[in-house]
T-cell receptor
Framework: EAQVTQNPRYLITVTGKKLTVTCSQN?????MSWYRQDPGLGLRQIYY???????DKGDVPEGYKVSRKEKRNFPLILESPSPNQTSLYFC????????????FGPGTRLTVT | KQEVTQIPAALSVPEGENLVLNCSFT??????LQWFRQDPGKGLTSLLL?????REQTSGRLNASLDKSSGRSTLYIAASQPGDSATYLC??????????????FGKGTKLSVIP
């Protein structure tokens, strides 16, 4: 089954404790991205990757890092999480940017206390 | 920079009615427009994708249109059912320079279909 998976689905952590949210897709898609969703602000893009070893900033990249060492995986790293990063995070993938629909993962609800 | 607006933010209709959800965008140089459905606490499910060269797409009871010149897209839902209750989001894909593309989302319309 074609899908985008994220782990963990729920995470409660404390300020400053480094964490990684994993994202994996099994569709051989080139394009992957991370979004955060906040009430009243909608979905905003954090980072995206056009292909392996190619990443770029989205609208709200501050406080986040990503890597794309292999095609299927695109982890989101919070080196020093802060309470304003409490949010619902979505990973998405697309066969190629600009030409096909995006598939979204189930989301990761992160709470930073 | 692309901006996407969805009005109204919430809509309540009785079961069986046909309805239209609206989406407007500021950059007419849009590559495609995608409609999604989001259920509470869940991820996004793609409903329809309209390429810039197309004017509409249909899937079952759903029909989406795209008018680049006016910067508008609509999602038509025929014979609404309680199971259609969800938040509907539209997103426009635009070229953001240096070979990169960006998908910009509207804030969604929360639809409630009353039995």
């Amino acid at each position: 089954e074609a899908q985008v998976t994220q782990n963990p689905r729920y995470l409660i952590t404390v300020t400053g404790k480094k964490l990684t949210v994993t994202c994996s897709q099994n569709m051989n898609h080139e394009y992957m991205s991370w979004y955060r969703q906040d009430p009243g602000l909608g979905l905003r893009q954090i980072y995206y990757s056009m292909n392996v070893e190619v990443t770029d900033k989205g609208d709200v990249p501050e406080g986040y890092k990503v890597s794309r060492k292999e095609k299927r995986n695109f982890p989101l790293i919070l080196e020093s999480p802060s309470p304003n990063q409490t949010s619902l995070y979505f990973c998405a993938s697309q066969a190629a940017a600009g030409v096909s629909e995006q598939y979204f993962g189930p989301g990761t609800r992160l709470t930073v206390t | 920079k692309q901006e996407v607006t969805q009005i109204p933010a919430a809509l309540s209709v009785p079961e069986g009615e046909n309805l239209v959800l609206n989406c407007s965008f500021t950059d007419s140089a849009i590559y495609n427009l995608q409609w999604f459905r989001q259920d509470p606490g869940k991820g996004l499910t793609s409903l329809l994708l309209i390429q810039s060269s197309q004017r509409e797409q249909t899937s079952g009871r759903l029909n989406a249109s795209l008018d680049k010149s006016s910067g508008r897209s609509t999602l038509y839902i025929a014979a609404s059912q309680p199971g259609d209750s969800a938040t509907y989001l539209c997103a426009g894909l635009s070229y953001s320079g240096a070979g990169s593309y960006q998908l910009t989302f509207g804030k969604g319309t929360k639809l409630s279909v009353i039995p």
